[in-house]
Protein backbone atom coordinates (compact mmCIF):
# COMPACT_ATOMS: atom_id res chain seq x y z
CA UNK A 1 0.00 0.00 0.00
CA UNK A 2 2.56 2.48 0.88
CA UNK A 3 4.45 2.07 -2.44
CA UNK A 4 1.09 2.47 -4.51
CA UNK A 5 0.22 5.63 -2.84
CA UNK A 6 3.17 7.05 -3.90
CA UNK A 7 3.04 6.53 -7.54
CA UNK A 8 -0.27 7.39 -7.21
CA UNK A 9 1.12 10.80 -5.27
CA UNK A 10 4.13 11.26 -8.28
CA UNK A 11 1.29 10.24 -10.54
CA UNK A 12 -0.76 13.36 -9.25
CA UNK A 13 2.07 15.72 -8.77
CA UNK A 14 3.21 15.36 -12.64
CA UNK A 15 -0.40 16.02 -14.27
CA UNK A 16 -0.65 19.15 -11.61
CA UNK A 17 2.98 20.00 -13.39
CA UNK A 18 2.41 19.44 -16.56
CA UNK A 19 -1.69 21.34 -16.74
CA UNK A 20 0.60 24.28 -14.57
CA UNK A 21 2.84 24.51 -17.11
CA UNK A 22 0.39 26.29 -19.97
CA UNK A 23 -0.31 28.62 -17.38
CA UNK A 24 2.27 30.01 -16.35
CA UNK A 25 3.61 30.38 -19.91
CA UNK A 26 0.62 32.50 -20.64
CA UNK A 27 1.26 34.83 -17.35
CA UNK A 28 5.05 34.96 -18.71
CA UNK A 29 3.20 35.96 -22.19
CA UNK A 30 1.21 38.51 -20.80
CA UNK A 31 3.77 40.26 -18.97
CA UNK A 32 5.67 40.37 -22.81
CA UNK A 33 7.92 37.33 -23.52
CA UNK A 34 7.45 35.51 -26.65
CA UNK A 35 6.14 31.82 -27.30
CA UNK A 36 9.21 30.19 -28.64
CA UNK A 37 11.29 32.14 -26.09
CA UNK A 38 9.58 31.11 -22.82
CA UNK A 39 9.84 27.22 -24.17
CA UNK A 40 13.75 27.85 -25.14
CA UNK A 41 14.26 29.19 -21.67
CA UNK A 42 12.11 26.66 -19.78
CA UNK A 43 13.42 23.53 -21.28
CA UNK A 44 16.89 24.98 -20.83
CA UNK A 45 16.47 25.02 -17.18
CA UNK A 46 14.73 21.77 -17.04
CA UNK A 47 17.83 20.17 -19.22
CA UNK A 48 20.41 21.32 -16.88
CA UNK A 49 18.22 19.79 -13.69
CA UNK A 50 17.89 16.39 -15.89
CA UNK A 51 21.41 16.14 -16.90
CA UNK A 52 22.49 17.32 -13.52
CA UNK A 53 20.66 14.45 -11.85
CA UNK A 54 22.34 11.93 -15.01
CA UNK A 55 25.46 12.77 -14.29
CA UNK A 56 25.08 12.13 -10.41
CA UNK A 57 23.36 9.12 -10.99
CA UNK A 58 26.02 7.69 -13.89
CA UNK A 59 23.58 8.34 -16.77
CA UNK A 60 24.82 10.31 -19.39
CA UNK A 61 23.01 10.71 -22.42
CA UNK A 62 24.81 9.04 -25.12
CA UNK A 63 25.47 11.12 -28.13
CA UNK A 64 25.82 8.45 -31.28
CA UNK A 65 24.23 8.78 -34.72
CA UNK A 66 20.85 6.17 -33.15
CA UNK A 67 20.28 8.45 -29.99
CA UNK A 68 20.66 11.68 -31.06
CA UNK A 69 17.86 10.94 -33.86
CA UNK A 70 15.79 9.69 -30.89
CA UNK A 71 16.53 12.53 -28.75
CA UNK A 72 15.69 15.18 -32.36
CA UNK A 73 12.34 13.20 -32.84
CA UNK A 74 11.32 13.92 -29.34
CA UNK A 75 12.38 16.88 -28.28
CA UNK A 76 11.95 19.30 -31.52
CA UNK A 77 9.16 17.38 -32.41
CA UNK A 78 6.81 16.74 -28.83
CA UNK A 79 8.57 19.98 -27.10
CA UNK A 80 9.88 22.27 -28.87
CA UNK A 81 6.85 22.21 -31.67
CA UNK A 82 4.21 21.67 -29.12
CA UNK A 83 5.29 24.25 -27.50
CA UNK A 84 5.10 26.68 -30.04
CA UNK A 85 1.50 25.61 -30.93
CA UNK A 86 0.47 25.78 -27.56
CA UNK A 87 2.12 28.69 -25.83
CA UNK A 88 0.94 30.84 -29.69
CA UNK A 89 -2.45 29.60 -29.04
CA UNK A 90 -2.78 30.05 -25.48
CA UNK A 91 -1.88 33.99 -25.66
CA UNK A 92 -5.46 34.25 -26.86
CA UNK A 93 -7.04 31.27 -25.57
CA UNK A 94 -7.81 30.33 -22.19
CA UNK A 95 -5.86 28.01 -20.60
CA UNK A 96 -8.59 25.45 -19.25
CA UNK A 97 -9.39 24.85 -23.01
CA UNK A 98 -5.82 23.34 -23.75
CA UNK A 99 -6.12 21.43 -20.73
CA UNK A 100 -8.98 19.14 -22.55
CA UNK A 101 -6.55 19.15 -25.25
CA UNK A 102 -4.14 17.48 -23.91
CA UNK A 103 -5.74 13.78 -23.86
CA UNK A 104 -6.11 13.69 -27.36
CA UNK A 105 -2.44 13.25 -27.71
CA UNK A 106 -3.39 9.78 -26.44
CA UNK A 107 -5.82 9.05 -28.55
CA UNK A 108 -4.37 10.73 -31.81
CA UNK A 109 -1.44 7.98 -30.97
CA UNK A 110 -3.82 5.17 -31.32
CA UNK A 111 -5.00 6.39 -34.95
CA UNK A 112 -1.09 6.86 -36.06
CA UNK A 113 0.13 3.59 -34.81
CA UNK A 114 -2.42 1.69 -36.57
CA UNK A 115 -1.91 3.91 -40.38
CA UNK A 116 1.69 3.79 -39.67
CA UNK A 117 1.25 -0.29 -38.96
CA UNK A 118 3.10 -0.28 -35.67
CA UNK A 119 -0.20 -1.79 -33.80
CA UNK A 120 -3.48 -2.96 -34.85
CA UNK A 121 -6.01 -0.81 -33.19
CA UNK A 122 -8.72 -2.87 -32.53
CA UNK A 123 -12.96 -1.82 -32.26
CA UNK A 124 -13.04 -0.39 -28.46
CA UNK A 125 -9.87 1.82 -29.50
CA UNK A 126 -11.09 3.11 -32.30
CA UNK A 127 -14.21 3.73 -30.48
CA UNK A 128 -12.25 5.49 -27.77
CA UNK A 129 -10.15 7.69 -30.42
CA UNK A 130 -14.24 8.57 -31.74
CA UNK A 131 -15.68 9.26 -28.55
CA UNK A 132 -12.75 11.51 -26.87
CA UNK A 133 -12.36 13.42 -30.63
CA UNK A 134 -16.35 14.33 -29.85
CA UNK A 135 -15.50 15.56 -26.55
CA UNK A 136 -12.71 17.93 -27.57
CA UNK A 137 -14.69 18.99 -30.64
CA UNK A 138 -17.58 19.66 -27.95
CA UNK A 139 -15.03 21.76 -25.63
CA UNK A 140 -14.37 23.58 -28.25
CA UNK A 141 -17.70 25.27 -28.95
CA UNK A 142 -18.77 28.27 -27.79
CA UNK A 143 -20.57 27.54 -24.14
CA UNK A 144 -17.99 25.17 -22.86
CA UNK A 145 -13.90 26.21 -22.34
CA UNK A 146 -14.46 28.38 -25.55
CA UNK A 147 -15.93 31.88 -24.33
CA UNK A 148 -16.03 33.60 -27.67
CA UNK A 149 -16.06 31.90 -31.26
CA UNK A 150 -13.57 34.94 -32.48
CA UNK A 151 -10.87 32.74 -30.22
CA UNK A 152 -11.94 29.57 -32.48
CA UNK A 153 -8.38 30.15 -35.08
CA UNK A 154 -6.15 30.47 -31.67
CA UNK A 155 -7.68 27.09 -30.45
CA UNK A 156 -7.22 25.19 -33.64
CA UNK A 157 -3.61 26.07 -33.43
CA UNK A 158 -3.16 24.87 -29.98
CA UNK A 159 -4.91 21.76 -31.31
CA UNK A 160 -1.52 21.02 -33.21
CA UNK A 161 -0.07 20.26 -29.89
CA UNK A 162 -1.40 17.17 -29.25
CA UNK A 163 -0.40 15.97 -32.68
CA UNK A 164 2.83 17.11 -32.07
CA UNK A 165 2.59 14.75 -28.99
CA UNK A 166 0.83 11.91 -30.93
CA UNK A 167 4.06 12.20 -33.79
CA UNK A 168 6.61 12.33 -31.34
CA UNK A 169 4.83 9.12 -29.84
CA UNK A 170 5.11 7.52 -33.11
CA UNK A 171 9.08 8.29 -33.38
CA UNK A 172 10.06 7.17 -30.15
CA UNK A 173 8.87 3.91 -31.40
CA UNK A 174 10.15 3.88 -34.74
CA UNK A 175 13.23 5.65 -33.13
CA UNK A 176 13.82 3.74 -29.70
CA UNK A 177 17.20 2.32 -28.81
CA UNK A 178 16.95 -0.46 -26.61
CA UNK A 179 19.73 -0.35 -22.98
CA UNK A 180 19.36 3.24 -22.42
CA UNK A 181 18.31 4.07 -18.86
CA UNK A 182 15.17 6.19 -18.85
CA UNK A 183 16.61 9.24 -17.31
CA UNK A 184 19.80 9.47 -19.59
CA UNK A 185 17.00 9.42 -23.15
CA UNK A 186 14.96 12.17 -20.85
CA UNK A 187 18.03 14.18 -20.66
CA UNK A 188 19.21 14.10 -24.55
CA UNK A 189 15.18 14.15 -25.49
CA UNK A 190 15.14 17.79 -23.29
CA UNK A 191 18.55 18.83 -24.42
CA UNK A 192 17.20 18.71 -27.83
CA UNK A 193 14.00 20.17 -27.07
CA UNK A 194 16.45 23.40 -25.79
CA UNK A 195 18.17 23.76 -28.71
CA UNK A 196 15.37 23.22 -31.20
CA UNK A 197 13.00 25.59 -29.02
CA UNK A 198 16.67 28.18 -29.37
CA UNK A 199 16.55 28.02 -33.10
CA UNK A 200 13.22 28.17 -33.61
CA UNK A 201 13.01 31.55 -31.80
CA UNK A 202 16.42 33.07 -33.02
CA UNK A 203 15.02 33.71 -36.71
CA UNK A 204 11.54 34.79 -35.17
CA UNK A 205 12.82 37.28 -32.96
CA UNK A 206 11.56 35.07 -29.89
CA UNK A 207 14.90 34.79 -27.96
CA UNK A 208 14.79 37.13 -25.15
CA UNK A 209 15.68 37.50 -21.26
CA UNK A 210 12.86 37.97 -18.95
CA UNK A 211 12.50 41.93 -18.12
CA UNK A 212 12.27 41.74 -14.91
CA UNK A 213 13.62 39.58 -11.98
CA UNK A 214 10.37 38.41 -10.78
CA UNK A 215 9.71 37.15 -14.29
CA UNK A 216 13.13 35.60 -14.30
CA UNK A 217 12.48 33.63 -11.01
CA UNK A 218 8.85 32.58 -12.64
CA UNK A 219 10.72 31.17 -15.38
CA UNK A 220 12.77 29.17 -13.84
CA UNK A 221 10.79 27.94 -11.40
CA UNK A 222 8.62 26.42 -14.67
CA UNK A 223 11.90 24.61 -15.63
CA UNK A 224 12.65 23.61 -12.19
CA UNK A 225 9.62 22.07 -12.00
CA UNK A 226 9.17 20.80 -15.74
CA UNK A 227 12.22 18.77 -15.04
CA UNK A 228 10.94 17.41 -11.81
CA UNK A 229 7.89 16.27 -13.93
CA UNK A 230 10.22 14.16 -16.54
CA UNK A 231 12.12 12.45 -13.41
CA UNK A 232 8.78 11.42 -11.39
CA UNK A 233 6.77 10.68 -15.07
CA UNK A 234 9.90 8.16 -16.07
CA UNK A 235 9.83 6.82 -12.44
CA UNK A 236 6.63 5.86 -13.02
CA UNK A 237 7.07 4.49 -16.32
CA UNK A 238 9.29 1.95 -14.57
CA UNK A 239 7.80 1.41 -11.63
CA UNK A 240 4.52 1.64 -12.08
CA UNK A 241 4.12 0.76 -15.41
CA UNK A 242 2.29 2.01 -18.55
CA UNK A 243 -0.67 2.09 -18.34
CA UNK A 244 -1.36 3.15 -14.51
CA UNK A 245 0.88 6.22 -16.11
CA UNK A 246 -1.24 6.89 -18.48
CA UNK A 247 -3.35 7.99 -16.10
CA UNK A 248 -1.78 11.15 -15.71
CA UNK A 249 -4.20 12.63 -18.58
CA UNK A 250 -7.00 12.57 -16.65
CA UNK A 251 -4.81 14.35 -13.52
CA UNK A 252 -3.36 17.40 -16.16
CA UNK A 253 -6.92 17.70 -17.60
CA UNK A 254 -8.62 18.58 -14.24
CA UNK A 255 -5.92 20.54 -12.29
CA UNK A 256 -5.67 22.20 -16.02
CA UNK A 257 -8.97 23.67 -15.72
CA UNK A 258 -8.52 24.30 -12.15
CA UNK A 259 -4.89 26.34 -12.88
CA UNK A 260 -7.07 27.98 -14.92
CA UNK A 261 -9.95 29.10 -12.47
CA UNK A 262 -7.05 30.34 -10.17
CA UNK A 263 -4.73 32.36 -12.05
CA UNK A 264 -6.92 33.70 -14.76
CA UNK A 265 -10.16 33.60 -12.94
CA UNK A 266 -11.65 31.32 -16.34
CA UNK A 267 -15.17 29.60 -15.89
CA UNK A 268 -15.71 26.63 -18.37
CA UNK A 269 -19.45 27.08 -19.56
CA UNK A 270 -21.79 24.42 -19.14
CA UNK A 271 -21.00 21.89 -21.78
CA UNK A 272 -17.71 21.59 -20.13
CA UNK A 273 -18.69 19.01 -17.99
CA UNK A 274 -20.40 17.14 -21.00
CA UNK A 275 -17.26 17.59 -22.87
CA UNK A 276 -14.60 16.29 -20.47
CA UNK A 277 -16.80 13.37 -19.48
CA UNK A 278 -16.50 11.97 -23.17
CA UNK A 279 -12.75 12.85 -23.12
CA UNK A 280 -12.46 10.73 -20.11
CA UNK A 281 -15.06 7.89 -21.81
CA UNK A 282 -12.61 7.92 -24.67
CA UNK A 283 -9.07 7.73 -22.66
CA UNK A 284 -11.25 4.72 -20.57
CA UNK A 285 -11.93 2.73 -23.76
CA UNK A 286 -8.31 2.95 -25.18
CA UNK A 287 -6.45 2.46 -21.81
CA UNK A 288 -8.49 -0.52 -20.73
CA UNK A 289 -9.01 -2.24 -24.00
CA UNK A 290 -7.23 -5.23 -24.78
CA UNK A 291 -3.60 -4.87 -25.65
CA UNK A 292 -3.50 -5.31 -29.65
CA UNK A 293 -1.23 -7.69 -31.16
CA UNK A 294 1.28 -6.08 -33.00
CA UNK A 295 1.91 -6.05 -36.48
CA UNK A 296 4.38 -8.59 -38.32
CA UNK A 297 7.68 -7.16 -39.84
Known amino acids: MPRLLLHVFAMLTVGAIWALTPALAKLLMQAGMRPLGVAAISAAVAACVLILVGLARGQVPPV ?3 HLLQYAGGGVVGLALAHLFAFTG ?7 LFALMV ?15 V ?16 GVALAMAPGAALPDASMLPWAAVMLLTPVCYAVANLLSVKLATRGTPPLAQAGGTVVCAAMGAALLAWPLGHLGLPPTPGLAALLLMQGVLTGLAYLLYFHLLVHAGGVFTSQTAYVITLA ?11 VPGPLTIPAALLIFAGLALVTLAPKPRSVSR
Open 90 to 96: LQRAPAG
Open 119 to 134: ERAGAWRWLGALVGLC
Open 64 to 66: DRA
Open 103 to 117: PLSGLLTVVLFALAG
Open 256 to 266: GLGWGFLLFAE
